[in-house]
């Protein structure tokens, strides 16, 4: 069974700082067929291209420890800019300051969860609102918001809002500080919209009345520090016209993966390969990741020859896998999303091997099973939410707007008891 609660804002930062810039870059047991062989055997440490930063402070997400990302986040000199005319709109001839991105869609009678773009420090405030016109645009940006699930079929339960000014963050900043210094001028311009935004330990997340949820915020920033979530927005490095518009969209999806479905990194950072996850050791797992106490693991630590770090390969057997399926938080989704349900019957030449639920080794350290071969959380940035992590944002949704619709209708959202399938929305 899961559940999960928050809700984000998008905000776009660009800052004028001294210095130069950088880019932002066992109970009964379940009735599933199971072929284990190609789930016993997991090195999932896979080169990782970011910025190693560290923060400090209080209220941080586990994505703002400093560790790396799963995206390549380096320059790219020669991008497709044909967005730019696609979107285009003079802003100038705009006197509104809180802009509708999908004209006609938004009610504030309505009881949705407010997703709220700003910009800080940007030249071209018209080429910022086509490119965050762009990270929505699911008829041609396949790696859009709204091309993925759940968003896709939820998209009735948002408004989408852009803010018409620029925003202004003067003197030096640091990489470390992961772009807080643009808080208080993301959070001002926000407030031109008249929606309140949840205070930043989180609290105030929801509305109790029926009028729109607070604000979520969606920052893009012009210095290189590493993207990140902290509530209430995530953090969004980048460069003004200097990275392609999928990479911009895939990273603002993996952020609200943090923010909204409260969705833990699912990789395997160069921090933790040389380690093993042990409860009560610093790390509080939230659900996504899963741990058994007692799994009979092989762990083995081998150099890598990569600047002397050493990493762990763990094996498992096919009478752990069992049990996994039996016990795990997603035991009911076990098989689905590729091929029947509730069967685990794919093989890696079919087009939804990756999305096929089972339990997987390396989510954030080597002895941590996970629920999909990939998502856009581990493994690669041209996937997906997984089913389960679909689930635990169906769950924020629902418990923020009252109901959910589309795919999440089809997950069984308060799981199903040890020994039952969730088969079409149905516990079986």
Known sequence: MRTSVIVGVIVTLSVIAAGSFAFFGNSSSNSVDTNLQDQNTIDRNTDINTNNTTNTGNGKSDDETGEEEIFDTSRIDDIDTSYLQDNYLDLSTVEEKCIELIPGHNNLNEKRINLIYVGVNYKNINNLYALVKATLDYNKNIYSLLALEPWKSNTDRFNFFFV???????????????????????????????????????????????????????????????SGSHSPMVRIDYIENKQELTLISKIINHELGHLIGQIEDEYISKERQDKLYEPGKGFKLNGTCYYMPYAELNCEITPTGK???????????????????????????????????????????DSDYYNEVGCYLGCKFPNLFMAERKSIMH????????????????????????????ICNTLCLSGCAIGEQCIQGICQ
Request: one cysteine or more.
């Open 307 to 349: 600047g002397g770090l050493d990493k762990y390969t763990c094996t498992t057997t096919d009478d752990v896998l069992s049990e996994c399926y039996e016990t795990s938080p997603w035991h009911d989704l076990i098989g689905n999303g590729c091929g029947k349900e509730g069967v685990i019957d794919c093989k890696e030449s």
């Open 164 to 226: 018409n000014e620029i925003g202004v963050v003067n003197g030096e900043v640091v990489a470390k500080n992961r772009g807080s210094e643009a808080e208080d001028e993301v959070l001002r311009l926000v407030s031109l919209c008249g929606i309140e935004s949840e205070k930043r330990d989180g609290s105030s997340i929801a509305n109790t009345t029926d009028g729109p949820i607070n604000a979520k915020i969606v920052a893009l920033i012009n210095w290189k520090f590493g």
């Open 379 to 406: 493994g690669g940035a041209d996937y997906g939410y997984g089913l389960y992590e679909t689930r635990k944002i169906c769950n924020v949704i629902k418990k923020q707007i009252g109901s959910v619709g589309g």
